[in-house]
């Protein structure tokens, strides 16, 4: 008999028993059956991380493929004050749009077009993929542009029951996190409102009250670059958001901080830009960090048009200005030039790391189908023609975009395969794991059992007696 004595103990190795166990289950060999689910579980995660590896890759190409930057076009319903009697000057198609204005027709191009009749849902489907993203280390940008009143808040926050992109994509960060075995995330949210060239933290502890000829000095966070090339709001609030309820209280305070801060007038929401920052921490052997930028962007109406004059007149000045100034950026980064101008503005200075090299844009530009508005749809267009020109299909011949739309199309079906093994995977994981875990801990009774409390060698019994001792001194671990 090959017993150890240690400590006036004598040992027995646990891998020699053969045994009943109180559920009639025969275990052999417990201590080989934990490191065969070790070795599995290993093999398991090495997969994973292969999988994982091209599962990103493909999602890469796939993004760069359809455009680092794309711009979808979102068409809001008639509503009632919209003159209702005249047809409407838009028509749509899956990526154009026509806008007659002056008995001309100008045709314009995105990546995507929702109608009228699209819902939040759809509008998220679009959405996801760069989530994913997101979630893969690289930094994104969400942003909603149009006319005031154009459905902007509404893609973004939604209504209740029918929730925009902001909420369902935290819902969809915290899904996946929960999914992903191979790391764990952890969230933070940040919230910030850009007044007047001015930045106010929605989060913060205090909440000023916005009023214009105060914000220099109490809302006027500074924006700092780090050596490493990232940007920072100094002093910007960043809450931990351990889950989705946290994440969605929080979301909901920055909102009400929006909507309370201002003094007099009920819309000038509209004349800000309204900015949630989701930080995303991936802790593997090096901690990665990425951020989700969801923005409400102001409205973008022309001047002219409003007859502003004062302070809506500077309120608009300022948010035409940041505006073309991050169309300037879009357009720098479009054509690959050298210098991007991100100074001009302090909106295109904090977005100045997830709009360049390796982030991933999606801009919906929101045009009303009215009559009444068709100037600005024009110009909204407009914006959006900018925005995509150089990438866009137009002029690209016949054969090669269908090369291109074969190639997205195998992506897209390499990445959803990739998504469900690494599904079926990590269920597999999970269930190696729980068995690990019952294992170890049945081990650990018996070891338990086996010891003599008292420090009496009970155990020589067991070599002795065998099965039926290891089975009485289960029970009796079953029993205490
Ligand atoms: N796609 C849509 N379906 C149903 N209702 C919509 C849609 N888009 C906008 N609306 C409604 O139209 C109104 C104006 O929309 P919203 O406030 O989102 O516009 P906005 O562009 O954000 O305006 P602002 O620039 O003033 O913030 C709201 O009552 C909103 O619920």
Not at 140 to 155: D, E, F, N, R, S
Not at 442 to 461: C, F, H, M, V
Request: positive net charge; hydrophobic residues 35%.
């Amino acid at each position: 008999m090959e017993n150890e004595a240690m400590g006036g103990h004598v040992m027995v190795p646990v891998e020699r028993l053969s045994l009943e166990l109180p559920n009639g289950e025969i275990v052999v060999g417990y201590d080989k059956d934990v490191s065969a689910l070790q070795e599995e579980i290993s093999a398991l995660r090495s997969r994973q991380r292969h999988l994982d590896r091209r599962r990103r890759e493909a999602l890469d190409k796939l993004i760069d493929l359809k455009g680092s930057i794309r711009v979808f076009c979102r068409v809001r319903p008639l509503v009632q004050t919209n003159n209702l009697k005249t047809k409407s000057p838009v028509t749509v198609e899956q990526e154009k749009i026509a806008v007659k204005s002056v008995g001309i027709k100008k045709e314009f191009s995105v990546d995507r077009v929702f109608d009228q009749e699209s819902t939040q849902e759809d509008v998220f489907q679009e959405v996801k993929p760069i989530l994913r993203s997101a979630l893969d280390g690289h930094n994104v940008c969400i942003l909603a542009y149009g006319q005031t009143g154009t459905g902007k808040t509404y893609t973004m926050e939604g209504t209740d029951g029918k929730l925009g992109i902001v909420p369902r994509a935290i819902q969809e960060l915290f899904s996946l996190a929960s999914e992903d075995s191979s790391s764990p995330y952890s969230f933070s949210i940040s919230m910030l409102e850009v007044y007047l060239g001015s930045l106010r933290d929605l989060l913060a502890q205090r909440q000023p009250l916005f009023r214009p000829m105060e914000c220099s000095t109490s809302c006027n966070l500074s924006i700092l670059a780090t050596k490493s090339g990232a940007v920072e709001v100094e002093g910007l609030t960043d809450v931990s958001i351990p889950d989705l309820k946290k994440a969605n209280q929080w979301y909901c305070r920055g909102r009400r901080a929006r909507s309370t801060s201002w003094t007099n007038v009920n819309d000038a929401s509209s004349r800000s830009h309204c900015l949630t920052r989701i930080t995303i921490r991936r802790h593997g052997a090096t901690e990665e960090v990425s951020k989700l930028w969801l923005i409400d962007l102001g409205g973008s109406e022309r001047l002219l048009k409003t007859g502003a004059s004062g302070l809506t007149m500077d309120e608009g000045k300022a948010i035409n200005l940041s505006l073309s100034a991050l169309g300037d950026v879009i357009a720098a980064l479009r054509r690959k030039r050298s210098h991007v101008p991100y100074r001009n503005s302090k909106l295109t200075q904090i977005l100045s790391d997830s709009l360049g090299d390796g982030s991933k844009v999606l801009m919906v530009v929101h045009i009303s189908p009215s009559e009444d508005d068709v100037g600005e749809t024009v110009c909204s267009l407009s914006f959006a023609k900018r925005a995509r020109s150089i990438e866009s299909n137009r002029g690209i011949p016949e054969d090669l975009k269908m090369l291109k739309q074969k190639r997205i199309a195998e992506l897209d079906k390499e990445v959803s395969n990739a998504d469900e093994e690494l599904k079926y995977l990590n269920e597999q994981i999970r269930r190696a794991e729980i068995s690990l875990e019952e294992k170890k801990k049945l081990n650990s009774s018996i070891y338990q059992a086996l010891s003599d409390e008292k420090g009496s060698p009970r155990s020589t019994l067991v070599c002795a007696a065998g099965k039926d001792i290891v089975r009485e001194a289960i029970l009796s671990v079953n029993r205490g």
